[in-house]
């Protein structure tokens, strides 16, 4: 649904579904490039960071605005279609050159909330479902997917129909 105001969100019933990479820290899950936040069991809230200059040096872009904002990056991020990228993780991206603790799973996503060309970015997420790859550490993902209120997969075709149900 779109509105006449560009900066209004996409209102939407229930929460939006996608795909997301992570990586494991101990039993956290944080942001696959951006390392240092970490996931919160109960869900996540994105803030903003970025910054613009004015006369009075750098400010925040949007300070006493939600994220994510339609003229902003801000927000939490997930695809629309599985593996995007056609078939295998692309691990050079973004520097990213151990796979070893990388994870893929599903998230929802719900608040604010704008859709993109390939996915969508919302003011709130949870990680809904894990995917245990072979190359992974099984307890390690059992651990995450424990603390994180999650299901486990063993399979790449068993995180399709959850992204497909409502959260």
Do not use: N
Request: proline share 7%; hydrophobic share 35%; net charge positive.
């Amino acid at each position: 649904m779109r509105d006449a105001d560009p900066g209004t969100p996409e209102l939407v019933v229930g929460a939006w579904r996608g795909y997301r990479i992570w990586r494991m820290a101990g039993d956290r899950l944080t942001g696959w490039w951006y390392t240092g936040y970490a996931w919160a069991p109960e869900g996540s809230e994105a803030s903003c960071a970025a910054k613009r200059w004015t006369r009075r040096g750098r400010r925040a872009r949007h300070p006493d605005l939600p994220a994510p904002q339609r003229r902003c990056r801000c927000g939490l991020y997930a695809l629309q279609e599985p593996w995007d990228f056609a078939g295998y993780l692309p691990f050079s991206v973004y520097g990213a050159t151990d796979e070893s603790k990388v994870v893929i799973g599903v998230v929802a996503g719900w608040g604010r909330a704008f859709r993109g060309q390939h996915g969508w970015r919302t003011q709130f997420a949870r990680p809904v479902a894990l995917y245990r790859a072979p190359h992974l550490d099984g307890e390690q993902v059992e651990r995450v997917a424990h603390r994180y209120g999650c299901q486990v997969v063993e399979g790449r075709s068993g995180l399709l129909p959850l992204a497909d149900q409502r959260a």
